[in-house]
């Protein structure tokens, strides 16, 4: 190990911080430490990484178009010139993943970026300021719990229509509840807080305390649960796919690939089997990462 290494690991495992920069770094790496220690997370989040770069960089991976047809090739099995085999109109089975990898990537961070804000504040409010407000945002909360998200989503794309937008609102309607109910909580437990108390006698207004000392505080369990909530929004967007209810065809989405490749499954396994393990993989990846992400935010780790 070189002087520089050496010296820049003392300086990242120091217990005298000179700054609160410092503070910050030396916490976000013994966090990194942490989750570097669980094999299952550093897969996942490997199989993660691997699915941001086929996302971006699918126009020089994939080898066909995702919307070209061959009938000559139709339900040709893996190997040779495709990969993963062809479906029944002769398209490249592996270009059309990568090409869904998009879709699927894009799904998860709208609806990541919608719920997230949304949950945050209903709970931190109504965990914050209680009494009625508490009563009518938590009755809403669990008004939207009592439903599947499945369900509630499917009842939510038949009314605004099956496309792949409606089908991301109708999506992100379903999975705020959860971050809700957990930024309550976590504001019961901080609003009684000492430097909270101490912020209300400077003068602060309730407004400030929550959106400058509450939500931040936040933060870090709503980045755990919305991880964790990934593999089930895929699984959403999956099923109302499947449904023709999401991405129409011929956009390769991979929840419509398997629903149009049930027909040959039989005759032809990885017409279906290929786009729902991606879907699997997918989703285990996530939730292998959520579970290993949030034993590293754990301070009891420590």
Not at 117 to 124: E, K, R, W
Not at 189 to 214: F, K, Q, T, Y
């Amino acid at each position: 190990m070189t002087t520089n290494s050496k010296g820049l690991k003392a300086w990242l495992t120091a217990e005298d911080t000179e700054s609160p920069t410092q503070a910050a770094i030396q916490n976000i790496w013994m966090i990194w430490r942490r989750f570097a220690d669980n094999p299952l997370g550093l897969l996942g989040l490997g199989i993660i990484l691997l699915l941001v770069f086929a996302a971006i960089f699918v126009p020089w991976i994939a080898t066909y178009s995702p919307f070209e047809q061959n009938l000559q090739s139709a339900l040709r099995p893996p190997g040779g010139a495709h990969l993963l085999g062809t479906d029944e109109l002769g398209r490249d089975i592996f270009s059309r993943i990568l090409w869904g990898s998009r879709i699927t990537l894009s799904i998860i961070v709208i609806v990541s970026i919608i719920v997230a804000p949304i949950g945050m504040l209903v709970g931190c409010f109504a965990g914050y300021y209680g009494g009625w407000l508490d009563t009518i945002l938590m009755r809403i909360t669990e008004l939207f719990l009592s439903f599947p998200s499945l369900i509630l989503a499917l009842a939510f794309v038949a009314a605004l229509g099956p496309s792949l937008e409606n089908a991301v609102i109708a999506i992100a309607l379903t999975q705020w509840p959860p971050i809700a109910r957990l930024a309550r909580a976590e504001s019961l437990s901080l609003r009684h807080r000492d430097h909270i108390s101490a912020v209300r006698l400077m003068g602060a207004s309730n407004l400030r305390i929550v959106l400058s000392h509450i939500v931040p505080l936040c933060i870090p369990s709503v980045v755990v649960r919305i991880t964790l909530n990934m593999a089930g929004i895929i699984l959403t967007a999956a099923g109302l796919g499947f449904l023709g209810l999401g991405a129409q065809p011929p956009t390769p989405e991979w929840g419509a690939m398997v629903s149009t490749g049930r027909r040959f499954m039989l005759d032809s396994w990885w017409v279906v089997s290929m786009p729902g393990i991606a879907i699997l993989t997918v989703s285990l990846a996530f939730n292998l990462a959520g579970d290993a992400l949030r034993d590293a935010l754990d301070p009891r780790q420590e």
